[in-house]
């Protein structure tokens, strides 16, 4: 009975010394700081989105004639609202490709109303619209940011999950490295700002 003990508590210990140096936990903290930091990233694009309409219907009363680049940015939002997003998308680099076409099909659109308010000094000069401008640079410049935290969580979790003896519990639990954002897909499309 007591070499059963002593058999008990020898394989209990090996056990959790094995275990603790397998990465699990770190895997599933890794894992979460990635789904985190993506979250951010949806945010960031859905004040975006957010801020459209109203950019829109501003310039619509000035620009009654521009009704092609409006109807450009309607269209490119209402792509990127019809995307499913979801934890999915981290696993599959073709669904994250086709997210990513869709932001940067929104964000040329984008970048064509801003230059098509250059041609409207009256526009130019609108409070309302000066503010969603200085509204829409700011949410750029956090998508930026937050598709740079991304970027870097997915860097550190595809890092660890490829390390030994991480890998090997990786693969057991199902775990892979994630897709990340593409920096040819957001350079050519990449808005451009104006500071006359």
Not at 85 to 102: N, W
Not at 137 to 148: K, L, Q
């Amino acid at each position: 009975m007591k070499t059963f003990k002593q058999l008990v508590i020898a394989t209990t210990l090996a056990s959790t010394l094995l275990f603790s140096g397998c990465g699990y936990n770190t895997l599933q903290v890794k894992d979460e700081a990635v789904t985190a930091a993506w979250s951010e990233v949806q945010n960031q694009y859905q004040r975006r989105s957010d801020l459209v309409p109203n950019l829109v219907n501003v310039v619509k009363g000035y620009a009654k004639h521009e009704e092609q680049v409006l109807t450009e940015v309607t269209q490119a939002r209402a792509n990127v609202a019809g995307l499913k997003v979801d934890k999915e998308v981290l696993e599959d680099p073709a669904l994250l490709e086709k997210y990513q076409q869709a932001q940067s099909q929104l964000t040329g659109a984008l970048s064509r109303l801003i230059a098509v308010s250059e041609n409207y000094p009256d526009l130019k000069a609108n409070t309302q619209f000066q503010e969603l401008q200085v509204q829409l640079e700011g949410t750029e410049n956090r998508i930026a940011v937050a598709r740079n935290r991304y970027i870097t969580t997915v860097q550190d979790y595809n890092s660890y999950v490829r390390q030994f003896p991480q890998a090997v519990t990786a693969k057991v639990i199902g775990m892979h490295p994630k897709a990340n954002f593409s920096a040819e897909a957001s350079a050519q499309q990449a808005p451009k700002v104006s500071f006359d």
